[in-house]
């Protein structure tokens, strides 16, 4: 049926819409999406920082430095408290995983970090590699806003 994969109108309701924005303090994952609830080996502290003066944005008040990457060992569970010291909200993305929010257990890859605000996920290291976690704003991590979370061998 083409009307099924036409651009909707504007004005038009999708029919899988209902109107509800989703809540992540009171969203809770399905038991096959749940993350298990171990608790993690250890925890590292991020803070985001830069600013709109200088138009210079980091992690820990660096700018990405391939050369000093976030260490994790295979089959560990790492708690990153990503604590935002900017005015700006930060769409924080891992690649190569999912997470779980401590909050509320709830699986992504990408989590908004609002300003002045600190929020904290859970990293089962199951994936070995070198993986990216950045600002999924381009012209923040173009500007340094990133890092690596590497295996170690």
Same mark, same amino acid.
């Given at each position: ?15 899988? &819409? ?6 992540? %303090?009171? @969203?809770?994952?399905?038991? +096959?999406?749940?993350?298990? /609830? $171990? ?50 909200? &930060? ?6 995983? %999912?997470? @779980?929010?401590?909050?509320? +257990?709830?699986?992504?890859? /990408? $989590? ?42």
């Amino acid at each position: 049926d083409a009307s099924a994969t036409a651009t909707p109108t504007l004005g038009r309701r999708l029919a899988n &819409h209902d109107g509800r924005m989703l809540d992540l %303090t009171t @969203a809770r994952p399905t038991p +096959g999406a749940a993350r298990s /609830t $171990v608790k993690p080996e250890r925890s590292l502290d991020l803070a985001l920082t830069g600013s709109m003066t200088d138009y210079v944005w980091g992690i820990n008040g660096r700018t990405y430095d391939p050369t000093s990457p976030l260490l994790i060992s295979s089959g560990e569970t790492l708690r990153l408290r990503m604590r935002n010291e900017t005015m700006m909200v &930060h769409p924080m993305h891992l690649h190569g995983h %999912t997470f @779980a929010l401590t909050s509320s +257990g709830v699986r992504k890859d /990408t $989590v908004l970090v609002p300003p002045m605000e600190t929020v904290e996920i859970d990293v089962l290291a199951d994936n070995p590699g070198q993986w990216m976690l950045h600002c999924h704003n381009t012209y923040r991590l173009e500007t340094g806003m990133a890092t690596v979370l590497a295996y170690r061998t």
